[in-house]
């Protein structure tokens, strides 16, 4: 009998250390199979900070490189313009990219520096209990926001396709989202063009995937997703914000 799913190359056979419920798994297997695909496997360094992304390196098949908290954007800048012939790529949580790499993620992107970023935003610091990170929706609660964010208190969430949008080193900006399988397959064909992008040396990508933390959210893994559709993509629209017609 012919095979017709199997699991990518590009990932190692273990099982995941995720709640049940966190779509980081099915991302990982969208990037596993996008490697695969483009045959760049073999040639691919993948950069993780701190948090839910702390221990990539026991999933991915490719070179892992492990940064500190919120440094993953410097470090895969350093290894790119060492390896300029390799594949570059940072895997980064909200809290991570969004609160202690702002820095990194903006000059990085203002740069041009030649590396893909996915950018995992799931609205909550997944990793270390639930605190409120700077993609917070108003009103909801965690465990530094018990009675729900507060513009007044703790300020707006952040969007960031939109903030890195205005950098001219950018060229490749997508938020997509993994809570059914119609966006799952966009989040797949965003993400292998943002390797693409980099494989071209257009210049800087990044690819924000709206993603569920079912643990943080005190919810079901179902009523997650359905939290991500009601609640997250209308504040974080889906969707291009540049290079939607780059040759690749």
Excluded at 181 to 187: D, P, Q, R, S
């Amino acid at each position: 009998m012919a095979t017709v799913f199997k699991r990518p190359h590009a990932l190692i056979d273990k099982s995941m250390h995720y709640c049940p419920g966190c779509t980081h798994g099915i991302i990982h297997r969208l990037i596993a199979e996008v490697l695969d695909e483009l045959e760049i496997e073999g040639k691919t360094v993948g950069v993780s900070s701190v948090g839910c992304t702390y221990n990539n390196y026991e999933y991915f098949n490719c070179d892992m490189v492990q940064a500190a908290h919120g440094r993953a954007p410097a470090v895969a800048t350093g290894i790119k313009r060492a390896l300029p012939d390799n594949i570059v790529f940072t895997y980064q949580g909200d809290g991570d990219l969004a609160a202690i790499g702002t820095a990194e993620i903006v000059h990085a992107a203002a740069r041009g520096e030649k590396i893909t970023t996915i950018f995992v935003n799931n609205a909550i610091y997944g990793m270390t209990s639930g605190q409120m990170a700077p993609t917070t929706l108003i009103g909801q609660v965690t465990t530094t926001s018990p009675f729900g964010r507060k513009p007044e208190t703790h300020g707006f969430p952040i969007k960031v396709c939109e903030m890195l949008s205005t950098l001219e080193g950018a060229v490749y900006l997508e938020r997509v989202s993994v809570h059914d399988v119609k966006n799952i397959m966009n989040a797949k064909k965003a993400i292998k063009k943002a390797f693409q992008v980099q494989m071209a040396n257009l210049g800087f990508s990044i690819v924000e995937v709206l993603s569920s933390c079912p643990t943080n959210w005190g919810m079901t893994p179902v009523d997650a997703l359905g939290w991500i559709k009601d609640k997250m993509v209308p504040f974080y629209p889906l969707g291009n914000f540049k290079g939607k017609d780059l040759e690749v």
